[in-house]
């Protein structure tokens, strides 16, 4: 992480953390923990179309599947991402 270029934005009813990245770090991030104290941190995932592939297919076939099964499995593509919406494409 870069420290200066980090920011943290604190209201009433929202709080917004801005993280950013150090020069030579390359690639998207996949997931992010968080909590009070390093020994109780949750990980969340940020949205990716593998990331929502393997949430998808966690919850479509969340014991081993067999290969019929996974191959009936929908395609996913993330196509847009915004604070107020998701667009994602199944086939």
């Known amino acids: 992480l870069l420290s200066p270029e980090s920011s943290v934005s604190i209201s ?47 919850a479509l076939c969340p014991s081993p599947c067999s290969q019929s099964a996974l191959e009936r499995q929908p395609l996913i593509e993330v196509l847009d991402v915004t604070e107020d919406r998701i667009q994602i494409r199944v086939e």
């Open 12 to 58: 009433a009813h929202n709080a917004v953390v801005g993280l950013a990245k150090a020069p030579g770090s390359t690639g998207l991030w996949d997931s992010f923990s968080f909590g009070p104290e390093p020994s109780a941190l949750q990980e969340r995932l940020f949205v990716s179309e593998e990331n929502v592939d393997g949430f998808l297919g966690t």
